[in-house]
């Protein structure tokens, strides 16, 4: 079943603004991840946060997770046209005796317009 | 690190026709996961392996889907019969006890 419930489901924007993306999810995570996936591509991780952080960042990539809420944010700055893809949230039971797979949200298409 | 390799990268096969879906994981790596993804309902994890052996395939859809693990360094998926319905992308991934994982770059199946 799909947990992670990405909003909004498709997001335009102009390149150097920077895009905002959220997802909520239902059960306890033991991290969450992003991943890009550029169209008839596979999927590319981008930034992974544990239950116990609250905030991450990596080169332009923003992520916050609130557990009280079971909800995430990915925030990208100063957009360029190569950011245009789809992203996905993903949460990871995993509980130490191997790994439980990911529940993946149905994504945000982000559009970056030159 | 070649990455998780999957074959083939396209396939078209008529209806009722036998599909056989391919994955190398990355050596090493004790975890397989197998997921499809469509329009309609995203990506969504068929099967999991712990160490060549299956432990979760509630999400297979139904009997006419199969997956197998014979060694650490292989496995495949199969559709037998197929049906359009079954017109997707399906990844592979793999991961290592300490977690995280790696996809490979699908096979997009149309099923005619």
């Known amino acids: 079943s799909q947990q992670g419930e990405e909003d909004p489901q498709a997001l335009s924007i102009q390149e150097g603004e920077n895009a905002t993306m959220n997802c909520s999810y239902k059960?306890?995570?033991?991290?969450l991840q992003w991943y890009r996936q550029n169209s008839g591509r596979g999927l590319v991780h981008l930034i992974l946060i544990r239950s116990n952080e609250r905030e991450k960042h990596s080169g332009r990539l923003r992520v916050t997770l609130d557990t009280s809420k079971k909800s995430s944010s990915l925030l990208i700055t100063a957009s360029r046209a190569a950011d245009t893809a789809s992203y996905f949230c993903?949460?990871?039971?995993?509980?130490?005796?191997?790994?439980?797979?990911?529940?993946f949200g149905k994504g945000t298409h982000l559009i970056i317009q030159p | 690190d070649a990455g998780v390799i999957q074959s083939p990268r396209h396939e078209v096969t008529e209806m009722g026709q036998e599909v056989t879906l391919r994955c190398k994981p990355i050596s090493g790596h004790n975890s397989l996961f197998w997921y499809r993804q469509t329009m309609m309902r995203g990506l969504e994890l068929l099967i999991y392996?712990?160490?060549?052996?299956?432990?979760?395939d509630s999400g297979m859809p139904e009997d006419r889907f199969s997956a197998k693990m014979p060694n650490a360094s292989f496995s495949t998926l199969k559709i037998q019969p197929s049906e359009p319905r079954d017109s997707a992308v399906y990844f592979c991934?793999?991961?290592?006890?300490?977690?995280?994982?790696?996809f490979g770059s699908g096979t997009r199946l149309t099923v005619v």
């Open positions: 991934a793999s991961s290592p006890r300490t977690g995280g994982y790696t």
């Open positions: 059960t306890s995570i033991n991290n």
């Open positions: 392996f712990n160490n060549n052996v299956p432990i979760d």
């Open positions: 993903a949460t990871d039971e995993y509980s130490g005796g191997g790994a439980d797979g990911l529940t």
